[in-house]
């Protein structure tokens, strides 16, 4: 590839960059105290937070919870509707979880710890596809602010600081490579 063709992979690259940093949203699960993932205690109310979120394929949730209570597991609709927290899909066990969102429709999240399920440590919560408009708003233009923004209660910034930079950082090694 000759320099033309480098500078032509950059722009796109850069353009990839911007793209990805306005579209993907990494929300902090219920709330945006530290941990966010525990029994409901009044204070938080996964079921009620998830009807408020406008979560699309490529979005993530970033769950952070104490190891040794809780865990995050993703079921299907029977297990959620039954809490039947022994056939799960997937696991995260680590303390901090960062789920990233690859299919629309349905998701469905608990805790494995016994009887948190049924405590309501657990919710549903719809994925629209990547590019699709939300039901009830229209398409922002350029010059008014996008309505997403307002309404998002908790935004885990660095994870999406980590995504810019990562970007920033290659793009820094691809012009080098000029
Ligand atoms: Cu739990």
């Known amino acids: ?3 033309r063709g480098l500078r032509t992979a950059l722009i796109g690259l850069n353009l990839l960059c911007v793209f990805l940093d306005a579209s993907a949203t990494v929300y902090n699960v219920g709330t945006s105290t ?3 993932w525990m029994l409901p205690n009044g204070s938080v109310n996964y079921t009620e937070w998830a009807k408020g979120i406008t979560l699309r394929v490529g979005d993530s949730l970033y ?3 104490n190891p040794n209570l809780h865990n995050v597991i993703s079921v299907n609709s029977t297990s959620f509707a039954a809490c039947d927290t022994k056939n799960f899909l997937q696991v995260w ?3 901090e979880s960062t789920v990233l969102i690859q299919e629309p429709g349905m998701h469905y999240f608990t805790c494995e710890a016994p ?3 049924q405590k309501s440590q657990a919710f549903s919560i719809l994925a629209l596809a990547a590019l699709e408009s939300p039901p ?3 398409p922002s233009n350029s010059t008014a602010p996008a309505p ?3 309404s998002v209660p908790a935004l885990h ?3 999406l600081l980590n995504s810019l930079m990562l970007c920033l950082t290659v793009l820094l090694l691809a012009s080098i490579e000029l």
Do not use: I, L, R, W
């Open 34 to 36: 530290m941990p966010n």
């Open 148 to 150: 997403k923004s307002s």
């Open 157 to 159: 910034q660095p994870v």
């Open 136 to 138: 009830q708003a229209a």
């Open 63 to 65: 769950f952070k919870y």
């Open 93 to 95: 066990d680590e303390g």
């Open 1 to 3: 590839m000759g320099p």
């Open 115 to 117: 009887t948190h399920c």
